[in-house]
C-alpha cells in the first residue's frame, strides 16, 4: 500500500514565464478547505479536460501505459489531506495537531495504475498543481477516517500517516509505526516527539533566519534542508520553453523539491501556492512496499 516518495518534482512552467526565469516572491499560503463544496469543486478541478489529458501523459511517462491507451478516470471520494500544524509542534495552546492543506483525488489508467491529483484553493477557484504516482493520499484517508470523529494526518518530514482518535496518535503506516510504536501515543506524546524533531526550526527560529528553512541559499541549488519547519520557498521552475502547458507536460523540466521525506513544515503548502501560480507539478513514488 505505501509508497516511498523521491525528493524530486518535475514541474512544467506555464507560457507565462516563457520570457525569464522564476522570481521567488512571498505567496499566500494554499489550503483545501475541508467542506462538501469544497470538495466538490475540488474534484471539478481534477476532472476538467485539461486534467485528464495531462493524467494521459502522466500514464504514459516511462513507458508505464501508451497515451492513446491510458483513458484515466477519477475514482472514489475526493478527500482533504490534513499536514502536521506548526503550531502544534510549537505547543501553542489549542492548536490542532494538523491542518488542511490540499485535495486529494484518485485517478486510474485503463491499466489500472493509478495517481493521486492533488488541488488547492487558489484566488476564487481550485487549482490542480501536482500529480503523484500511487495513491497514498485517498488511502490512508480511507483507512484511518472510518470512525466518526477520527482526523488522519501526515507528517511530511518522514513522510508517515496517522489518525488521531479518542486522543491517541495512531500509526497508519511503517514510518509512523517506527515514530510512535505499533499502540501510538498520546496527543501530549506526540506534541512532545515533534517539539523535539521541529521546535528549533519553526518560522523565525534560527534555523529559519538562516535560510535552511527555505531551503535556498543564493549559492546553491534549491532543497528543503532535511527536517526543516514552517512555510518554505517552492521548488525552483525552470523558465518555460514550450508555448503551452499540455506539450509542456510531456517534457517536464526537474526541480529539486521536497514534498516527499525531508519536507520541511508547510512545504506543501506554500510550495503548492507558488506552483499554482507559475507551475503544474508532477511528483514520482517508487519502490512500492507492503
Keep these: ?56 501523459r502522466f500514464f504514459a511517462r516511462d513507458g508505464v501505459t501508451a497515451l492513446k491507451a491510458a483513458a484515466p478516470h477519477l475514482e472514489g471520494a475526493t ?47 481550485w487549482k490542480v498543481v501536482n500529480i503523484a504516482t500511487g495513491s497514498d493520499e485517498t488511502d490512508y484517508v480511507a ?18 500517516w496517522y489518525v488521531v482518535r479518542a486522543g491517541r496518535v ?9 515514530a510512535v510504536g505499533a499502540a501510538g501515543t498520546t496527543l501530549a506524546g506526540y506534541q512532545q516527539l515533534v517539539h523535539r524533531r521541529y521546535g528549533d526550526k519553526l518560522p523565525g527560529s534560527a534555523y529559519d533566519r538562516a535560510g535552511l528553512g527555505g531551503g535556498y541559499d543564493t549559492g546553491a541549488a534549491p532543497g528543503a534542508a532535511p527536517g526543516a519547519i514552517g512555510p518554505a520557498a517552492a521548488p525552483a521552475v525552470a523558465p518555460a520553453v514550450a508555448a503551452a502547458p499540455e506539450a509542456q507536460a510531456a517534457r517536464a523540466g526537474a ?6 521525506k525531508g519536507a520541511p513544515l508547510g512545504a506543501v503548502g506554500a510550495g503548492l501556492a507558488l506552483i499554482t501560480a507559475f507551475a503544474f507539478g508532477v511528483r514520482r513514488r517508487t519502490t512500492r512496499r507492503s
Excluded at 255 to 260: K, N, P, S, V, Y
Aim: glycine share 10%; aromatic share 2%.
Design 1 to 56: 500500500m505505501k509508497t516511498s516518495t523521491t525528493h524530486k518534482i518535475a514541474a512544467v512552467a506555464v507560457a507565462a514565464l516563457a520570457s525569464g526565469g522564476l522570481t521567488l516572491a512571498a505567496v499566500p499560503v494554499a489550503h483545501a478547505d475541508d467542506t462538501p463544496a469544497a470538495s466538490a469543486a475540488a474534484r471539478e478541478a481534477a476532472a476538467a479536460p485539461a486534467t485528464l489529458d495531462t493524467l494521459s
Design 79 to 125: 478527500v482533504t489531506v490534513n499536514t502536521l500544524n506548526p503550531g502544534f509542534v510549537a505547543g501553542d495552546r489549542g492548536a490542532a495537531v494538523a491542518l488542511p492543506e490540499f485535495a486529494a483525488t484518485k485517478a486510474v489508467s485503463a491499466d489500472g495504475h493509478t495517481a493521486s491529483v492533488w488541488t488547492v484553493r487558489s484566488g476564487t477557484g
Design 143 to 160: 483507512k484511518g477516517g472510518a470512525q466518526p470523529g477520527s482526523t488522519v494526518f501526515r507528517e511530511p518530514q518522514i513522510d508517515a
Design 170 to 178: 495512531l500509526p497508519l503506516d511503517p514510518d509512523a509505526v517506527k
Design 255 to 260: 526541480a529539486d523539491g521536497h514534498l516527499g
